[in-house]
């Protein structure tokens, strides 16, 4: 189901000329980093993808009614820093939920292109300069 999710997102993105750069697909919820300026059409398309996979995989476990996704948010990046904590909060979202001891190991994430895109001292000069320390905990705003 994670592949199947990553697919149909990444899909998505490259339907509305979506700039993607970062994702992480978990078990229970999934993260999206990108740029558009067809947000609304993105996000219409994104509450179909939840409506039929919801229903598809309600389905499959025999399980109608149950709730699978929660919701989907938009935030605006507001500054260099957001958005580079942003993209470190995505990659390191598999080892804060303890799927993973290491970015790299998560097998459903952007992490391994974006090390191959700016090499290892690059992303580690990122997650030095920009922690995460409170992230989603308002300290954006």
């Known amino acids: 189901r994670m592949t199947e999710c990553e697919n149909e997102l990444l899909a998505t993105c490259q339907q509305y000329e979506v700039d993607v750069f970062a994702w992480c697909i978990l078990p229970n919820h999934y993260h999206l980093l990108i740029r558009t300026d067809r947000i609304k059409e993105f996000g219409k398309a994104i509450g179909q993808f939840h409506g039929r996979s919801s229903r598809?995989?309600?389905l499959d476990d025999n399980a109608t009614g149950r709730r699978v996704w929660c919701n989907y948010f938009?935030?605006?990046?507001k500054s260099e820093g957001h958005f580079w904590a942003s993209l470190n909060y995505?990659?390191?979202n598999p080892v804060k939920h303890e799927y993973v001891e290491r970015w790299q190991d998560w097998p459903f994430s952007?992490?391994?292109?974006?090390?191959?895109?700016?090499?290892?001292s690059r992303a580690v000069e990122i997650w030095q300069s920009y922690p995460l320390l409170d992230y989603g905990k308002d300290w954006d705003r």
């Open 56 to 58: 598809q995989w309600n």
């Open 74 to 77: 938009e935030r605006p990046m």
């Open 90 to 92: 995505i990659h390191h």
């Open 110 to 120: 952007s992490v391994n292109q974006f090390l191959e895109d700016v090499g290892r």
